[in-house]
Structure formats: C-alpha cells, structure tokens
C-alpha cells in the first residue's frame, strides 16, 4: 500500500491510501475508491472518523481517501477558556469545493491508481455527513463550477454513492441544537461560529437555512445513499434522514435507512478499537459498517464486472 498526501491549499489536504492493484500472482484488479469526510462542525475534524473509518474500508478492498477539508477553526477549541483562530477562508462552500477537487483528483490518477473511476463513494459524518450530501445534491450545479474554475465533464463530480452517518441534513442544525444539545455540551457555545461559518451573520432567514439545507434539493439525479443515525442525537435532527430517505422513495432512488434506538451522536465505528470512552462503544449501533459494506456491494453488482 502506498501512503501519499495531497495539498488542496494552504489549509485542506487529502490523504490517499493505495492498495496494491495485484490481488495474486499475475492477477490485477482495479478497485473502487471511498472518499472519507471527517465531521466537527464544519469548526474541527475528529480524528476517528478518518484514517480509523478508512482502515474498515481498506480491509475490503477500496482505495481510501482521507479528505480534512478546510475548517472554521485553524486549531482545535476543546475548552470554554480558549479563542478560537477563526480561518475565514473557510466559509461555506469552500468546503464543498475541495470535495469537488478531490473528486477531479481521484479522475485524474485513475489509470496510475488502478482506480475504478465509475465507482467513487464517498462516506461522511455529522458536518462531513452534509459536505457529502452536499455534492450528492449539488455536483451538477453550475454556481459551484464557476467557482471551482477548472475544466471537468460534471459527470466526474457524482459520486457513484454516499453513506452518511449521523449527517446534517437541515440548514446548518442551529435550530435543533439550541433545543436539544445540552449547554455543558461544547458545540452549544460554538453555534455562533457554526452560523457565521455559513451565512457569515446570526440572524439567516430562512431562505438561507434552506439553500445550506439537504432535503430541498433531493432530485432525481440524486446518488444512491445508506444512511444512519440514532434515535437519541442530540445534536443532528434523527427525523431529518427519514426525510431524506422518503424523498428518495418517492422519486424511485436507492435508499437505505437505519435509525438505531439508542448511542449518543458521533459515534463513528462505534467499537473499542478506536473509542476514547466506555460511552463511544455499542456494538448494536456497530454494525452499521457491516451493513454499510453489504449494501455498496449491491451497489457495484448493478454493473460492475470482477
């Protein structure tokens, strides 16, 4: 396996991890790739849902990418007592064109890689859960090309799938957070960054929150998704990815839903593995991932040849 990290600008980067394409002797593969968006707000990135999600998928044969996006926060707040380093070179939609570059990245070292560019997926939690629906809903979207200002067929922005795991679906989350996170709870002082993160004001009407919001825009060019949550989040709508998966059975698109009764939000794998705490690990919520991986294998037999 190749280890190789990709700078984006002075702030995101993209860490590839590359298989070896020969899966025995005298016999070579291409593999699909799985692009790996780390949650945190949109203000950090948290360490297990990276290279710790990306060992899971690398097990089963896909290349990985870990994308750490550009982030509000140029360093990690963990404390009421700190000031946080605002980056406003951040600010929505940067994001979401980095994941659009990596996207074009991936294209663009196919044959080197041994890559199956047809199926890119792309997994991500909470915030990072919303970068990766946001490209599900918006890669053919020409106010983003023109930003982007590369040459691209819009065809190379679509993920050949997403899983989203505990995503932010509905505008930036302010709402349900101010009635539901608890106050000890650190996100609930920092969403007034969160906001100015996307609308750079406190007071966004609502024609804002629903242009940063998912469930609007599901259309029928819309990826296949599996998606996940628990029913006691108290920091992303669970109700808002039954929304999103009766609104791809209306329009006939792959969905797969799960909302699991109980674990608190951002549990990532959900094992010990990578748990810093007792409260982190349960193993009814982990098997998300097995689930996760059954399903993307239904998703390449649609038409992809071994």
Known sequence: MKVQTYALNDTAHVTAYILDSQISYGVNRKRSAMIICPGGG???????????????????????????????????????????????????????????????????HAQEWHLDDDHI?????????????????????????????????????????????????????????????????????QLADMTDFFFQTQEPSQVQK?????????????????????????????????VYAMKMQELGLDCEC????????????ADKVYAKSSTEVNPPVGIWLEMALTWLDGQMEKNHEY
């Open 210 to 242: 629903e242009a940063v919001s998912i469930l609007p825009f599901i259309n029928e060019k819309t990826p296949p998704t599996f998606l996940w949550i628990t029913g006691q989040d108290q920091i992303v709508d669970p109700k808002a990815c039954l």
């Open 121 to 189: 997926f792309i997994t991500g939690f909470s915030a990072g859960g919303h970068l990766a629906a946001s490209l599900g809903v918006h890669w053919d979207n020409p106010d983003f090309h023109q930003i982007l200002e590369q040459d691209f067929e819009p065809e190379d922005l679509k993920p050949k799938g997403l899983v989203l795991a505990y995503p932010l679906l509905e505008g930036h989350g302010g709402d349900y957070i101010a009635k539901n996170t608890p106050k000890e709870h650190l996100i609930a002082h």
């Open 42 to 108: 949109y203000l950090t990135l948290a360490t297990k849902e990276g290279e710790a999600v990306a060992t899971s998928f690398l097990s089963q044969g896909y290349h990985c990418f870990v994308l750490r996006y550009s982030t509000y926060h140029l360093e990690r707040v963990t404390s009421l007592e700190q000031t946080p380093i605002i980056n406003p070179k951040a600010r929505y939609p940067q994001p979401i064109l980095e994941l659009m570059q990596t996207m074009l990245l991936i294209h663009e």
């Open 258 to 269: 799960h909302l699991f009764n109980n674990g608190p939000h951002g549990l990532a794998r």
